[in-house]
């Protein structure tokens, strides 16, 4: 009904979107695309309402990285649920601004306008909204922003923060080379929670992820996945 209706009071996106539906169906049911059918899984178990909200290990006293903030919805989601201190990273200037007059009033949610890695640097960030990346090989040639990632291990030490409750990763590709020093200090331990999401843009991203997997399975279990849209691993 509401498709129908778009199609008198806004003929383009009614296009748009009866193609949309049209390329889902295909890539499901006729390419068997694995990612396309983990989106679909993904979007019809409710995961965000249900799952990446869902820490019963979390309290007011609780410390969150969100890395990867962008505009700050997970940040304030996570906060307002369980009243806990959130970092919030982001490089991008202009969302690390709107994330700042956002939570202006909340001393829990910290906004920090750099990102995590395994070392301290500048990059271009190409600008491609709640796309944007360090890593999208298919963003390379395209207009930027410099932007700063600092060392995890640095921050965790400027930030007097020895451990962590959820560490929630969505940083466009960068999730390797962060995930990657963290398993190579065998550090997997500083969090009790890894909500991740692995993109698959990035070259041998399978093999990756399946290496970082098997270092994590060594203090973690995973609690629930769906491969390269989100996953959570938890500390046994």
């Not at 390419?31 to 989106?39: K, Q």
Request: charge should be negative.
């Amino acid at each position: 009904m509401k498709i129908l209706k778009l199609l008198f009071t806004n003929p383009l996106l009614f296009t748009k979107t009866v193609y949309g539906l049209i390329l889902r169906f295909y890539k499901v049911n006729i390419l068997r695309d694995e990612f396309t059918i983990e989106v679909v899984r993904w979007f019809k178990d409710k995961g965000d309402e249900k799952l990446r909200l869902n820490y019963k290990i979390l309290n007011e006293h609780s410390i969150v990285f969100d890395v990867g903030g962008y505009l700050g919805d997970f940040a304030h989601d996570i906060n307002q649920k369980y009243n806990c201190t959130v970092y919030l990273f982001e490089p991008h200037p202009v969302y690390w601004e709107y994330c700042t007059e956002r939570f202006a009033n909340n001393e829990k949610v910290i906004s920090l306008n750099y990102g995590l890695s395994n070392d301290d640097g500048e990059f271009m960030l190409s600008d491609k909204v709640d796309g944007s990346s360090f890593h999208n090989p298919n963003h390379e040639f395209n207009d930027g922003v410099k932007c700063k990632v600092k060392e995890f291990f640095s921050v965790m030490r400027s930030l007097n923060v020895k451990n962590i409750d959820l560490m929630k990763i969505n940083i466009e590709g960068g999730e390797y080379p962060l995930l990657d020093h963290i398993s190579k200090e065998n550090r997997f331990d500083v969090a009790i929670n890894y909500q991740i999401q692995f993109h698959n843009f990035i070259k041998n991203a399978l093999v990756m992820r399946n290496d970082i997997n098997d270092a994590l399975s060594k203090t973690h279990k995973q609690t629930w996945c769906y491969p390269f849209v989100w996953e959570n691993w938890e500390k046994i």
